[in-house]
């Protein structure tokens, strides 16, 4: 198979130069420290758009952008009960598969229900809960996936809690009322994105050239693995399910293993990462726990081959559907232990 060798910029360039309305993603993550984009902190991206976001298997993923700039079928939005919403980072958002091959998209096929993805490259868990303020509050979806990685999430909140509008999200009244600012967010993310040097070629990370993937993912490794499991993270999860049970819904806490865990001699699965000392957590709040690592990962004959080339990464688009058919029986299976306890 080829590989598509060009840069995110080059593919955004040359869909515009075909004439075609495009835009790269651009990831909420970009304003941490800032006041976002001219004092907005956008969570989606521009709407209505042929987005290009990223490529690990050969293949940019492209994807048209709905109402409020995220990765999910617009006609979504018109349904008047949402019954799934799902917060979370790159793997939620749909790194790097067709769309439908994403989480949300399985879930959406095996379902037949609507399901909103509310996902982004570089989130935190502040920003997811920011991001089901904005827009699952509103909408009271009944069932709510927390979706947490265990490759970053936790380094994402020490730089999250950094800047003060992301904190004030821990107010319940706080919001910048984004579902009703969508054109101010497309005006503001436009000029952004032509501005900015971000998509200068020079400083682009090129995802075909493995060495520089393979050093990209070997960093973080080291970089993240003392990262603690700090109060904030349980007081993060404690709102979010407060909030959700106020509106009708359920919150549901997913773990999301990464490459190293298989890759490397792990000698105990439980401390790795903290895996253990996270889920206790999700579990001392009452959160239903789907672990992927256990139901998907451990006991599959070749959890490698559910990345792209067996390289560090995002998960395979077979990857991705066995863990929604995993989050879909464990919803399932709650809900059922829920109803004999009645």
């Known amino acids: 198979m080829e590989f598509d060798t060009r840069t995110k910029s080059h593919v955004y360039r040359n869909l515009k130069s075909e004439g075609v309305d495009a835009v790269p993603s651009v990831n909420p993550s970009t304003f941490i420290g800032t006041n976002g984009v001219e004092h907005l902190y956008p969570f989606g991206g521009v709407s209505g758009k042929t987005t290009v976001n990223c490529n690990e298997s050969g293949k940019y993923t492209i994807f048209p952008s709905d109402r409020y700039g995220f990765n999910n079928p617009d006609s979504e939005w018109d349904s008047s009960q949402t019954e799934w919403v799902l917060t979370g980072d ?16 399985q879930i959406r096929s095996i379902s037949g229900e609507t399901v909103i993805n509310l996902g982004n490259s570089g989130n935190g868990p502040l920003i997811e809960l920011a991001v089901l303020k904005e827009y699952a509050e509103s909408r009271k ?32 009244e706080f919001s910048q009322n984004l579902i009703h600012r969508q054109t101010e967010i497309d005006n503001r993310l436009g000029k952004y994105i032509e501005a900015e040097p ?7 990370l090129r995802l075909y050239n493995i060495r520089e993937r393979l050093r990209f993912y070997v960093l973080r490794f080291f970089v993240n693995v003392n ?16 909030r959700t049970a106020a509106w009708g819904g359920k919150l549901y806490f997913v773990y999301l293993p990464e490459f190293e865990r298989y890759a490397t001699e792990v000698q ?34 070749d959890p490698l081959s559910l990345f792209p080339f067996r390289m560090p990464g995002h998960y395979t688009a077979g990857g991705y559907s066995e863990i929604a058919k995993a989050i879909v029986s464990g919803v399932i299976n709650e809900q059922q232990r829920q109803y004999s306890a009645e």
């Open 90 to 105: 790159s793997f939620i958002h749909g790194a790097c598969v067709n769309p439908g091959e994403d989480i949300a998209g």
């Open 141 to 172: 979806q009944k069932t709510v996936l927390w979706v947490y990685y265990e490759g970053n999430d936790l380094q994402n909140l020490t730089g999250e809690k950094s800047t003060p509008l992301l904190m004030s999200y821990l107010q319940p």
């Open 198 to 204: 971000l998509f200068r070629t020079i400083k682009m």
């Open 227 to 242: 990262v603690d499991v700090e109060p904030l993270f349980t007081e993060i999860l404690t709102k979010a399910r407060d």
């Open 268 to 301: 105990n699965h439980d401390r790795y990462r903290k895996r253990r000392e996270v889920i206790h957590v999700a579990k001392s709040l009452n959160l239903p726990v789907i672990d992927i690592h256990h139901e998907v990962f451990a006991n599959h004959p």
